[in-house]
């Protein structure tokens, strides 16, 4: 049996670009290795900004989209393939997702029980109106909500941060392993996204679920996560315990992401711009980030980055870290 509950293994995703004439191809997400290891449930955080990838990896894990290289593996089982009915059952079963708009998870022509329903019949497999009644009142109340307050109401009689929580309590009710929550709060008012983010931990406490927790959001990743992974066009750059990235960023990118975080106390001597989307980018031989990037060397631009390895357990894709000498470096003595 693998140790590994989840992993990803040599992924890739590419799309085409342009028309027929003069068309290009677009690692959209290029070769991602990533796990999460049995027992002890961890919360991995995918972080990128718009065009990082990082939406593209979690439709993969979910089974929306299909990887064009590598595979992805719940449990020892490869779920990149065909699966048969009983072993898609068993898949949704034990991935369950979230998605960003919870106003967009309802039909407004349906109270939402009605859906929390249809999940303890189909997937969870009760059969009896009682059993569901149950399975449905339980996870509502461990989201912080009751059948009482949410059977018989339309998604516009809930604020968003309550609907949310109905999105995950239907996600928790056939008992799943792993959660991927896609961007789940960034649609939320900022006053409630704590009490949504707050869930996750205690879900994982709680329920031994792992989540796979994908967002933009440096701050409340930095609070939920056991650890991140930071994408850049297509690329994990950095991998590793959270407190290790946010505290000690080692790649250039991450210091980039950090340093347009506002800091209390802190004034701007300049706006930190992120940059936008461009697509030359993810056709770049060497490192995708080196046109930013105010350490780059000539390598940097004509040959693929390593990935090293630290002693602090962190994943980097960065000649910066290794013993690449310089260009501006001084001799050594």
Known sequence: MSEMFLEIRDVSKIYRTGGLIGSAKLAAVDRINLALSKGRPNILSIVGESGSGKTTLARMVMRLIRPTHGEIVIDGVSTSGRLSRAQMKEFRRRVQPIFQN???????????????????????????????HQAVDRALRNVGLSAERVIGRYPNQFSGGELQRVSVARAMIPNPELLVADEPVSMI????????????????????????????????????????????????????????????????YTELLLDSVAK??????????LPDLETKEYGYVGCKFAARCPYAQPICRTTPPPRVHTADKREVLCFKLTDYQPVDAPAAQ
């Open 102 to 132: 919870p106003f967009e998870s309802f039909s407004y022509r349906k109270t939402v029980d009605t859906y929390l329903f249809e999940t303890a019949h189909n997937i969870l497999g009760v059969r009896s109106k009682d059993a569901a």
């Open 189 to 252: 008012d900022a006053s409630l996204r704590m009490n949504v983010v707050n869930l996750f931990k205690a879900l994982r406490d709680e329920f031994q679920v792992n989540i796979l927790y994908i967002t933009h959001d440096l701050s409340t990743a930095y609070y939920v996560s056991d650890l991140i992974a930071i994408m850049y066009r297509g690329n994990i750059v950095e991998y590793g315990p959270s407190s290790k990235i946010l505290r000690e960023p080692a790649h250039p």
């Open 264 to 273: 209390i106390g802190v004034k701007w001597g300049e706006v930190v711009r």
